[in-house]
C-alpha cells in the first residue's frame, strides 16, 4: 500500500481527520519523472463504523494519477466526536466545509454505504462541487420498507457494547466476517476501527450512542427523491447480480442472499431515476467490496472519471 499524509483540520466548528495521497508527493518518492496535471480530486467518505483508512486498498491504486482526500466523518476514527449533529444533512456539511478549508472546488465524490448515502445528500444539495458521483453498495433500500422492519428495532440493532479484552479478540471477531478476502493489509486497514482504553482494552471508535443516532437519521431520511437531482455523472456498484427479467423481489429480508436480491433491484430502480447513471454489478461480493476487489473497484473509478 502506498502510505498518505495523515493530517487534521478544524472545519467551521468540526475538527476532521483526513487522509491525503498527493500523486506528486507519491512519484518523487518514487523517484518518477512528474508533470502538471488537472485531474479532479477524489473525495472518499467511509462506511458506518468504518474510517478513511478503509480506502487504502482503492486509494493505491488511484493515487498517482488523481489527487485523494479520505476523511473520518463526525463520530468516527480521529475526528470530533460530539454529541450532536448525525443526521445526514449535517454530516454532508461537514465535508463541504472540509473541502472548502482545503482548498477543493469541484471534485468526484465517493461513497461506501453509509457513507454513500451521506455522498448522495452532499451530491443532491451541492451538485455544481461534483464531476462524478460514485455510490459503492449503497442502502437504497430504506429500512423503513424492510419486511417486519419497526424504528425501534433498527435504531437499537448495534448490539452489546463494542469494548474488546485485547487487539486480537477485536481482530478475531472481524476476521470472521472477512475470512474470504483476509490479508495483513486488512488487519492493518481494520485495527484503525478501534483505539486503547487506559485498562488494557480497546473499543471501536464510534461509540453505541452515536450510532443510534445515526440510524435514527436513516429511519428518517428518504433516500429515493435525492437521485432525481444528481445532475453529474453517477456510478452505482451494487455488491448484487443484475437481476433477472424475470426474477421476484424477496419476501422477506433476513439474510445475505436477500439483501443482495434486493439491492439489485432497488440499484436498478434508482439508476432509472437519475439522469446520467452507470452500474456496476459486483455479484458474489460481501458489502466490503473495497477490500474484497480494489483492483477492479479502483480501475472502474478510473475509467469512469474519465467519461
Given at each position: 500500500m502506498i502510505e498518505p499524509r495523515d493530517a487534521c483540520i478544524d472545519a467551521e466548528g468540526i475538527h476532521l481527520h483526513y487522509l491525503e495521497w498527493d500523486p506528486h508527493e507519491i512519484l518523487r518518492e518514487q523517484n518518477a519523472a512528474t508533470e502538471d496535471s488537472d485531474n479532479v480530486p477524489i473525495v472518499m467518505l467511509h462506511a458506518l463504523g468504518a474510517t478513511a483508512?478503509?480506502?487504502?486498498?482503492?486509494a493505491s491504486e488511484l493515487c498517482q494519477r488523481h489527487p485523494i482526500i479520505a476523511f473520518d466523518l463526525r463520530g468516527h476514527g480521529q475526528s470530533e466526536h460530539p454529541d450532536v449533529g448525525y443526521d445526514l444533512v449535517t454530516m454532508a456539511e461537514d465535508v463541504i466545509r472540509g473541502m472548502a478549508m482545503l482548498g477543493l472546488g469541484q471534485v468526484v465524490l465517493v461513497g461506501h454505504g453509509w457513507g454513500a448515502r451521506v455522498a448522495l445528500v452532499l451530491a443532491a444539495r451541492h451538485p455544481a462541487l461534483l464531476s462524478h458521483l460514485i455510490l459503492v453498495d449503497c442502502p437504497h433500500v430504506e429500512p423503513r420498507h424492510w419486511p417486519d422492519m419497526t424504528r425501534e428495532r433498527f435504531i437499537n440493532e448495534t448490539g452489546a457494547a463494542k469494548v474488546y479484552e485485547s487487539r486480537r479478540q477485536f481482530i478475531q471477531a472481524i476476521r470472521a466476517d472477512m475470512a474470504a478476502f483476509w490479508s495483513t493489509?486488512?488487519?492493518q486497514i481494520v485495527n484503525a476501527y478501534i483505539r486503547d482504553l487506559p485498562d488494557g482494552r480497546v473499543e471501536e471508535h464510534l461509540s453505541n450512542a452515536h450510532q443510534r443516532l445515526i440510524r435514527a437519521a436513516l429511519w428518517e431520511d428518504h433516500a429515493l427523491p435525492y437521485?432525481?437531482?444528481?445532475?453529474?455523472?453517477?456510478l452505482l456498484v451494487p455488491a448484487a447480480a443484475e437481476p433477472q427479467p424475470d426474477g421476484e423481489l424477496p419476501e422477506r429480508l433476513e439474510n445475505a442472499d436477500e439483501f443482495s436480491l434486493a439491492k439489485g433491484y432497488m440499484a436498478q430502480q434508482v439508476a432509472r431515476a437519475i439522469q446520467s447513471c452507470s452500474v456496476l454489478w459486483m455479484p458474489h461480493?460481501?458489502?466490503?467490496?473495497?477490500f474484497q476487489r480494489p483492483k477492479e473497484l479502483a480501475e472502474?473509478?478510473?475509467q469512469f472519471i474519465q467519461t
Open positions: 483508512e478503509s480506502w487504502r486498498l482503492v493489509e486488512v488487519e437521485y432525481s437531482k444528481l445532475r453529474c455523472p453517477v461480493t460481501t458489502h466490503e467490496i473495497q472502474a473509478i478510473g
